[in-house]
C-alpha cells in the first residue's frame, strides 16, 4: 500500500469519479468507459471497504460551460469530509478547466483528502504534489482547446474550399464529398421555386405564406428521423417563408459563420446564449458565390432581403397608433391587407372627410 494512503483515508469513502465528454463517446468508446469503471477494484486493492462510483455526469464536456451535477456531488462529499481519496482515470476526466480544477485540489488540501489517478496518488498538501497536479490540470485544458483549434482550422478548411459540412436545407442534398448539389425530386424543387414565385408577385412573406394556407399548399421541410434525414410536407408559417428568404443556399452560394453565440457570465461561469445572434454580410467568414446550381440569382437574394427588412421597418410601430384630430379617431388601426403596413390617412381641404 502507499504510504501516502493512511488508515484516516481508509476509514472514509473513495470515490470513483468516470465521464465521458460526448454521447458519440458513451454509445461507442467502451473500453474507455470500463476503464473508469475498473478503478473501483484498484480503490479496494487499495485498502478502500467503502466505494462510491459517481457518473452522473456521462455525456457532458468538462470545459466548464455546462452545469456537471455528478462533479458538483463530489465537491459536496469533498466538503463535508466524507471522502478519503478522488480516484479518475486522468486530470482530464475530472476537469478540463483550470477553474474546476483548482478548486477541487483546494477542498482536498483542506480535507486531507487524496486523489489518486492512473499513475500515481497525490496529496494536495505536499508542495510537490500540488504542483504535479497544477501541471496536470493545465495540461488537460492546453490539450482540450488545443483538440479544439486543430479540428476548427481543419474545418474552415474545407468550407473555404466549397465543402458544406453541415445538413445543407430542403431542396439540396450533399454527394460522399460533402458538395451541394439539387434534390432529385422534381415535386421539392418545384414546390421551392414556387415559393420564390409567389415572393415575387407578393412581395411580403406574410403574404406568400397566407397564400399557401389558403390555398392547402405544403411546403417540404427536412426533418431529423431515426434513420436520418426525411422530407415530410407542412402548411408553411410566416417564419418558415423568412427562412427560406434568408438563407444563401438557394442563391447559389455556400456562406459559413453569419451567426454567432455571445458569451456571458453567469454564477460565476461562461455561459453561451441559447440564441445565435446574426451577424452582417461583411463578417461572415466564408462566402463563395457561385458554388453550386441555385433556385434564384444572388441578386433576387439580396433584392428578398432589402423586401423583407423594408416591410420590417414599416410594422416597426406594433400599437394602434394614437388618436388625432379630425373625424377619423381610428385610423391608426387601418393596416393594408396586402402588406401589412399602416395606412396613412389625410384629409380634404375642408379638413372632414379622410382619404
Not at 456537471?68 to 465537491?75: E, I
Not at 459540412?165 to 418545384?190: C, H, N, S, Y
Request: glycine share 8%; proline share 3%.
Amino acid at each position: 500500500m502507499n504510504e501516502k494512503i493512511t488508515a484516516q483515508h481508509l476509514n472514509l469513502c473513495a470515490c470513483v469519479y468516470v465521464r465521458q465528454s460526448s454521447g458519440h463517446q458513451v454509445r461507442h468508446h467502451h473500453q474507455g468507459r470500463q476503464r473508469q469503471y475498473d478503478l473501483a477494484q484498484r480503490a479496494r486493492e487499495l485498502g478502500f471497504t467503502r466505494v462510491q462510483v459517481i457518473d452522473d455526469d456521462q455525456g457532458k464536456t468538462g470545459s466548464g460551460m455546462v452545469e456537471r451535477p455528478g462533479f458538483a456531488a463530489l465537491l459536496s462529499a469533498v466538503c463535508r469530509g466524507e471522502v478519503g481519496a478522488v480516484l479518475a482515470l486522468e486530470a482530464s476526466r475530472l476537469a478540463r478547466n483550470n477553474r474546476d480544477w483548482h478548486h477541487l485540489i483546494d477542498l482536498c488540501a483542506l480535507t486531507e483528502t487524496l486523489i489518486i489517478d492512473g499513475e500515481g496518488v497525490y496529496d494536495p498538501r505536499q508542495v510537490n504534489d500540488r504542483l504535479l497536479l497544477g501541471l496536470k490540470g493545465t495540461m488537460s485544458e492546453f490539450e482540450l482547446n488545443l483538440f479544439r483549434q486543430r479540428a476548427r482550422e481543419a474545418f474552415e478548411m474545407k468550407v473555404a474550399a466549397g465543402h458544406a459540412m453541415w445538413e445543407v436545407p430542403v431542396g439540396f442534398t450533399r454527394d460522399e464529398l460533402d458538395r451541394i448539389e439539387k434534390i432529385a425530386d422534381r415535386q421539392v424543387q418545384a414546390a421551392i421555386e414556387s415559393v420564390f414565385r409567389k415572393v415575387r408577385e407578393f412581395g411580403s412573406a406574410r403574404q406568400t405564406a397566407l397564400w399557401f394556407r389558403d390555398n392547402k399548399t405544403p411546403l417540404p421541410e427536412v426533418v431529423l428521423g431515426t434513420r436520418g434525414q426525411k422530407v415530410v410536407w407542412r402548411l408553411p408559417t410566416e417564419s418558415r417563408i423568412r427562412q427560406i428568404l434568408k438563407n444563401p443556399c438557394y442563391a447559389g452560394a455556400l456562406a459559413y459563420g453569419r451567426t454567432e453565440a455571445k458569451v456571458f457570465i453567469d454564477d460565476g461561469r461562461a455561459r453561451k446564449s441559447a440564441t445565435r445572434t446574426r451577424k452582417p454580410q461583411q463578417q461572415w467568414k466564408v462566402l463563395l458565390l457561385g458554388n453550386h446550381d441555385g433556385y434564384i440569382t444572388w441578386q433576387e437574394y439580396q433584392e428578398n432581403l432589402a423586401m423583407l427588412e423594408s416591410n420590417a421597418a414599416s410594422r416597426e410601430a406594433t400599437g394602434p397608433g394614437a388618436a388625432k384630430k379630425g373625424s377619423a379617431l381610428l385610423s391608426g388601426l387601418l393596416r393594408c391587407s396586402h402588406c401589412g403596413r399602416k395606412l396613412h390617412v389625410g384629409y380634404g381641404k375642408d379638413r372632414t372627410q379622410p382619404r
